[in-house]
């Protein structure tokens, strides 16, 4: 028997075993906000604010508009906390309420759609998503700050429902079947989402590089 053959039982074996962590980790969470444990709301606040901020931002584009809902956010969880029961991990509940109350605000605002927002917005000071985080993402662990902001510019131009999926799946590293939840919307349609937000990022990135590869 050869390393090579084992290889696969490894990484299946420790796939089980983050996998069987993550769910620990929900269900004590789920049990802390039953108990209304004193310290958990900065815990998780501490642990999950920057992912929740970025998502906002990139949902909105608004940054404003974006730390309002963010405080609405954690007054949801720590007045509905009890309606968590562990079952998903806990970013993913934590994303759908913040996604819900956008689509709230959208409702009351008589918008037709979440690009609306974008399109309706009065905040004229440019986006920033200047977000400090110690844990780059997929997005920017190869990045320079002058290709993360591409990225985010990019990005922005695509539609919300796209750009969204792209966010989640690639900031967020939330997998499709938890990015359904999220978003409520059958597993075909948020693959097919992200299979052209991706065929729709791609020639705005390769847009914003082309003045630096012409330089060099």
Known sequence: ????????????????VAEEQARQESLAVAQGLKRQDAGLLDQLIAKYQHRLLRYLLYLTGQRELAEDLFQEVWMRVLVRGAQFNGK????????TIARNLVIDMRRKRTMSSLDELIESGDDDRPMSFEVADTEPTPFESFASLEDRERIAAALLQLDTLHREVLVLRFHEELSLEEIAKVTRAPLSTVKSRLYRGLA????????????????V
């Open 200 to 215: 729709m990022l791609k020639p705005r990135l390769e847009q914003a590089m082309a003045p630096i590869t012409e330089a």
């Open 1 to 16: 028997m050869t390393f090579a053959s084992i290889q696969p039982f490894f990484a299946q074996s420790k796939a089980t």
């Open 88 to 95: 998903a991990r806990f970013e993913t509940w934590l994303f």
